[in-house]
Nanobody
Framework: VQLQASGGGLVQAGGSLRLSCAAS????????MGWFRQPPGKEREFVAT????????AYTPSVKGRFTISQDNAKNTVYLQMNSLAPEDTALYYC????????????WGQGTLVTVSS
């Protein structure tokens, strides 16, 4: 599967952005999707993941209540709606996919940069 992320940009603190990740090359329903991010000078970290439905989600504590992951199976796309953004959310955001039969995210998009100014 190939993943193409988009939607990053520069936003002021308190603002919102929606990231999109379009999947191609394989059956979308074979995969669970997730978002990760890598802040400047830090390791990549988990942000959110989604299971077989939009009600089956998990978030890292720092974004819970502010970010929402969802997917549109008809469009083979996963989204990350980010509200109440803060400077510490500045990072390169990656979408990722893992086969439902596997536990590890093996497939990665190219990353989209989110910069939050104070």
């Amino acid at each position: 599967v190939q993943l193409q992320a988009s939607g990053g940009g520069l936003v002021q603190a308190g603002g919102s952005l929606r990231l999109s990740c379009a999947a191609s090359g394989d059956t979308f329903s074979n995969y669970f999707m997730g978002w990760f991010r890598q802040p400047p000078g830090k390791e990549r970290e988990f942000v959110a993941t989604i299971g077989s439905s939009n009600s089956n989600t998990a978030y890292t504590p720092s974004v819970k209540g502010r970010f929402t992951i969802s997917q549109d199976n008809a469009k083979n796309t996963v989204y990350l709606q980010m509200n109440s953004l803060a400077p510490e959310d500045t990072a390169l955001y990656y979408c990722a996919a893992r086969l439902r039969t596997e536990g590890k995210f093996k497939y990665w998009g190219q990353g989209t940069l989110v910069t939050v100014s104070s």
